[in-house]
């Protein structure tokens, strides 16, 4: 274990207790926001008139709208800060995500979908980012576990409380659509406390010591001496783009996203096969793999901080979930979903190891947009995944070639992982 001086440890057990929770819960609500579609796929099909390849279609978009407005999103945080960037995105992807009950067709569906990646584009990279500006390097891999956590916490909340506010419809719509408008508003709720909670550099916490706050900016400008001491010049955006590892970095993070979305879409729909279930518990039994990634997050999590040996771990996470994805095809449905609980141990896993590996390579005076490079090109596998299941399943009836597709990526991507550099480049 690392330890810190006194000044500077207490000044990171701070940081942890006042931002960890309110960005854990932002997350939630956030990915709420995101996948609850998945679980009214079989409404927006009665009512919209939506076909699977349609829902697909529409689950993706989100993902091209978080691309494009990805890096210029986190650009403009570092400019106007974090306190006032992260409402801003929180605030309107609640609205966006309120006016999807709204949706007629499927051209409506497509739009908000598209528009409500637009409004969340720069959350993810920016919260990633401000723990750059707050903690120290050993503490970073820890934090971004915790805060992980929140995308698993919401998964297992989603299901459950998705399937309560369907059964009761509010404000003269039906289940589905006032279930969409309470959880946006909730995000905007979430995006106003954000506001007043947080604070943008540590020299602005008036909840950190004067002493505390030093302790803060000297461990970090010392890292980025040592940065600089290897890395001299700052590297231009041309350098970025043929840099090989920053490919290979987002290479690997798309076939993590393609294997959890391709999950989080479809899993409802696999649980549908299993029999004849309400609601409720569809939405219980869809908390149960991602209640189990936790436990396998934190396990290697701390198995990667003891034994180090980043890349090793993130390897043997992403065989875990190639191993339960592939099992899931061979058998009916109640095998299928207890291979996918296996499966969702190691994609889980291998997404919250990944981050610490680009971190440790990247200059602080790049990661920002770096970060929001590698995270929006990587979340384009969450277009990809849906779409593609969308197609095959109208195509053949079952989603099996396309678990077949995901266990081959990842044990390709367990083997790649290996290339990436875990220290910056000297020139």
Known sequence: MHSHPPDLSAAVARVKSRV?????????VNYLDRVNVGFIQQHLKTDLGLDSAAFGLGAGLFFVGYAIFEVPSNMLLEKVGARLWLTRITVSWGVVASL??????????????????AAEAGFFPGVIYYFTRWLPAA??????????????IASILSGPLSGFLVQFPAFGMKGWQSMLVIEGLFSVLIGATAWFWLDSKPSDARWLTPAQKQA???????????????????PSAWDLVRDPQILLFCVIYFAIQLTIYAATFWLPSIIRKMGDLSEIQVGFLNSVPWALSILGMIAFASAANRWKKQQAWVSAALLVAATGMFLSTTAGPLFAFVAICFAALGFKSAASLFWPIPQGYLDARIAAAVIALINSLGNLGGFVAPTVFGHLEKLTGSVRYGLYGLAASSILTAGLVFFVRTKPRTH
Request: glycine fraction near 4%; charge should be negative.
């Open 139 to 152: 503490d970073r891999g820890k934090a971004i576990a915790l805060f992980l956590s929140g995308s698993a």
């Open 216 to 234: 803060i900016e000297e461990s970090l400008a010392e890292e980025q001496r040592a940065r600089e001491a290897v890395q001299t010049e700052r």
């Open 20 to 28: 960890l929770p309110l960005f854990v819960v932002m997350f939630i």
């Open 100 to 117: 999807m009950a709204f949706a007629q067709n499927a051209t409506q569906f497509y739009v908000l979908r598209f528009a409500l990646g």
